[in-house]
């Protein structure tokens, strides 16, 4: 038996859901938390921190807000959405000073352990004595062990480095301007 053919669905003519307010979303959190208490188990936690994502707040301060079942965090939350509340500044880290010899040293550790990655990458050693061997396909390493991994951060604020996440860092393609 043959089928008929079907017909290709236009654009734009499928549902489309309502716009999401997130006033209404941080009204309908703060209705769910007057009701909860800080024992308490099971899926509506989960609901209150999906409601919470939803209306745009913090993914990360949810979670940990959420996983703490903090109740003040998650009032701070709600109106930081409403307004109510400014949102918090993260606090910026205090690094330790270094003397210019030490991170002299560390930079140039760097560069050595990074020509020294690239060049192994590329030997022909294990391969086909035919083939040429292959280009180094990573931009970023982890620094040697024997500089703290403050000395490491505070090369990133001086724009020696880059931070590509992890504890890997890689040396930036253009050096910042101050």
Do not use: C
């Amino acid at each position: 038996m043959a089928k008929g053919k079907r017909r290709k669905k236009k654009p734009g003519s499928g549902y489309t859901p309502p716009p999401v307010d997130p006033q209404s979303l941080a009204d309908e959190a703060r209705e769910m938390l007057s009701q909860m208490a800080p024992d308490e188990t099971g899926p509506r936690w989960g609901e209150l921190q999906r409601l919470l994502v939803k209306a745009k707040a913090d993914p990360n301060e949810v979670a940990s807000a959420i996983a703490g079942r903090d109740l003040s965090a998650i009032e701070h939350l709600i109106n930081v959405l409403q307004g109510l509340e400014e949102a918090e500044e993260p606090l910026e880290e205090i690094l330790p000073e270094f003397p210019h010899d030490v991170l002299r040293d560390a930079m140039k550790a760097f560069r050595k352990r990074f020509k020294l990655m690239r060049l192994d990458h590329e030997s022909k050693l294990g391969r086909s004595p035919l083939s040429t061997g292959k280009d180094a396909a990573f931009e970023s390493i982890l620094p040697p062990e024997q500089f703290p991994p403050d000395v490491w951060r505070v090369l990133v604020v001086k724009g020696e480095l880059e931070s590509t996440g992890r504890g890997f860092y890689k040396i930036p393609t253009e050096k910042p301007s101050f």
